[in-house]
């Protein structure tokens, strides 16, 4: 069975490696913009979404997904 810890937990890791791999193309300099581009910071805005709502999920503790 599938828990809302386990559902958090997913969604945490899955947001932080979003936020983590827009650091990293930036990095890298990929594209044309200098600093964080108009689609990084989208991007960057929906991986700290996704990690935020999975550590809400996180102390709901082990109910049902």
């Known amino acids: ?13 899955l947001g ?12 890298i300099g990929a594209g044309k913009w200098q600093g964080l581009g108009p689609a990084q910071k989208l991007t960057l805005a929906a991986g700290l979404t996704v990690a935020l709502v999975g550590l809400s999920l996180i102390p709901l503790g082990n109910r049902a997904a």
């Open 1 to 13: 069975m599938i828990t809302k810890r386990m559902v958090g937990i997913a969604l945490a890791l």
């Open 16 to 27: 932080s490696a979003i936020v983590i791999g827009t650091f990293a193309v930036d990095a």
